[in-house]
């Protein structure tokens, strides 16, 4: 099965709503990354995370070791939010590459 | 913030012929590495790359892939022969140290395989 398993797969937003992507792990996670993929390929470092939270502006993610999983909130949803988000995470077992998840194709419209 | 920087951005090859795809990564970054990313799917590990080393490759780098970093030079991913099942976008990225990094990503080389 996979090793990072994002929810959900797609996703529409209203301008100005809220919602949460999240990845659940099946290997021993030890760090995360959140990344956005914008429609012409180019990839962003949203967050980079220890276990804790972070917040960035309209954006906050969580990473809980224990219970294996990652939660990426984004609050009052803009049109340039459009993408593909991409949880990624490093691991014990397979340190020095990142395994990533499917990703959440997320369409934000006025 | 820092940047890797992939070249070309694009690329058409005719099946059978080599292809070398180019990165700069992080200027003080140590460790190196490769993507594949098929159209509309997620990210695949390829391959990583310390101290003028593979330290360890997945079952999609095929025996006609490899790379090497001469010194003060790009980060190269070479393909010889392609085949057009290797037509996907090709991510190069770069971290400052080993586990528990955080791994800056290019923009990627599209390569069509005809």
């Known amino acids: 099965g996979d090793k990072v398993k994002q929810s959900p797969s797609a996703l529409s937003l209203q301008e100005g709503t809220n919602s949460a992507l999240r990845c659940n792990f099946s290997?021993?996670?030890?760090?995360v990354q959140w990344f956005l993929q914008n429609p012409r390929g180019s990839l962003m470092n949203l967050f980079y995370l220890v276990p804790g939270t972070k917040e960035n502006g309209r954006l906050k993610s969580a990473f809980d070791s224990k219970e294996s999983y990652s939660t990426l909130h984004i609050r009052d949803a803009q049109l340039e939010d459009s993408g593909t988000y991409f949880c990624?995470?490093?691991?014990?077992?397979?340190?020095?590459?990142?395994?990533f998840g499917k990703g959440t194709v997320l369409l934000v419209s006025p | 913030g820092p940047k890797v920087l992939q070249i070309p951005s694009h690329q058409i090859i005719d099946m059978g012929q080599m292809v070398t795809l180019n990165c700069d990564p992080v200027s003080n970054h140590l460790y190196f590495y490769w993507y594949k990313q098929i159209l509309g799917q997620q990210m695949e590990f390829l391959v990583n790359f310390y101290n003028g080393k593979v330290m360890e490759k997945s079952k999609l780098f095929k025996d006609q892939f490899s790379v090497e970093r001469p010194d003060g030079s790009y980060f190269t991913l070479k393909i010889q022969p392609t085949a057009l099942e290797d037509s996907a976008v090709y991510f190069c990225?770069?971290?400052?140290?080993?586990?528990?990094?955080?791994?800056?990503f290019g923009s990627g080389t599209r390569l069509l395989v005809i």
């Open positions: 290997i021993a996670a030890t760090t």
């Open positions: 990624a995470a490093e691991a014990d077992s397979g340190y020095n590459k990142l395994t």
């Open positions: 990225a770069s971290s400052s140290q080993g586990a528990n990094s955080d791994y800056t």
